[in-house]
């Protein structure tokens, strides 16, 4: 058993989904209403929340994931506190995970209310995926505790959590973080206080240019979804994006998005300084030795061989793995 003490505020889907993850792999958790109702409004989202956890669970152990036993277990970790009983629990958390809705009046009362009732060494974070730490850090009293982490949803079993220290965040606290995230089986990236983070960056960028093919009338939504599933994404399911612009090369990608920005639009296609500085100095990626990563000491025909090996396996289990000789048997 754990002994550090784990208290999550806001009990909406995304609250409800850290609290299961810290549950899952073993910590006890105080999942606390953000907001001070009466208690038979809380009795109702407290029996609600109940469903919705047992539901989770109850589809982890029907694809054989967990076991019955393990749901009891996992269940009884999680605590319910009306925002009335939560003081007792947030004096003793050790790690606070704010998760109420994205409106900064409402984060500035919830963290007004966590500054008078943490521990000064509690470690303070939120779940926003826009907002950023410096502006959230400046609600909190000792913002030098204070750090983002945005879980991706379902919280409990999406691998990733971004985590982004304010300007004022203690090194500590970043390596506490990532620590204890790591411990439950979790993949931290670090990035610095920026709108977006890094996944909703560049899912935003290619989720509206996806939007408009269909409004230029260039694709169906359907082709543009078997498209993105089938040959964007599953790519990238093993090979990062700065891994495929070495892999390919630098200046491949310079090229074609200069035609797509002199053929579509400039401003949607501008190739980003960095990618034109390694171009022009010889920084191509896998082929010259040095692109976004250093290759000089890789041997290439082992790390072309374990990255098609992933892919490939990638491809079994999605059972998209194409039959040899299939044609001979029609």
Same mark, same amino acid.
């Given at each position: ?37 009466? *208690? ?9 929340? !109940? ?18 036993? =393990? ?5 009884? *970790? ?29 984060? =500035? ?35 030098? !505790? ?36 790591? !411990? ?27 939007? *408009? ?21 599953? *790519? ?68 072309? !061989? ?25």
């Amino acid at each position: 058993m754990s002994t550090e003490n784990i208290a999550v505020v806001g009990i909406g889907r995304m609250g409800k989904g850290i609290a299961l993850a810290f549950a899952y792999a073993g910590f006890d958790v105080d999942l606390i209403d953000s907001e001070d109702r009466f *208690r038979e409004d809380f009795s109702t989202i407290e029996n609600e929340t !109940r469903i919705e956890i047992k539901a989770e669970l109850d589809f982890l152990q029907s694809i054989g994931i967990i076991s019955n036993t =393990q749901i009891e277990s996992i269940n009884s *970790r999680i605590q319910l506190l009306p925002f009335a009983d939560a003081s007792a629990a947030l004096s003793n958390a050790d790690f606070v995970f704010e998760a109420v809705l994205e409106i900064p009046q409402v984060k =500035q009362s919830v963290y007004k209310w966590l500054g008078e009732q943490t521990r000064a060494e509690a470690v303070v974070s939120s779940t926003t995926s826009t907002m950023s730490a410096n502006d959230l850090a400046a609600m909190l009293s000792a913002p030098q !505790r204070f750090i983002n982490a945005h879980w991706l949803n379902p919280a409990h079993l999406m691998p990733v959590v971004e985590v982004s220290p304010a300007d004022l965040t203690a090194t500590v606290v970043v390596k506490k973080m990532t620590s204890l995230l790591e !411990r439950i089986g979790k993949i931290t990236v670090v990035c610095k206080a920026s709108p977006g983070f890094i996944i909703s960056r560049i899912q935003a960028l290619a989720l509206n240019e996806a939007a *408009r093919i269909v409004e230029e009338g260039v694709a169906t939504a359907e082709d543009v979804d078997k498209a993105i599933k089938y040959g964007f994404g599953i *790519r990238y399911a093993t090979l990062g994006m700065l891994e495929f612009i070495d892999f390919g090369g630098g200046d491949i990608l310079y090229h074609g998005t200069r035609y797509l920005g002199d053929n579509l639009s400039e401003q949607r296609f501008n190739v980003p300084e960095i990618v034109q500085n390694n171009m022009e100095n010889n920084r191509n990626g896998l082929r010259d030795g040095e692109g976004f990563y250093d290759w000089k000491n890789i041997d290439t025909n082992d790390f072309n !061989r374990q990255k098609m090996t992933d892919f490939v396996r990638l491809l079994q289990h999605r059972q998209l793995m194409p039959a040899p000789e299939s044609i001979n048997e029609k």
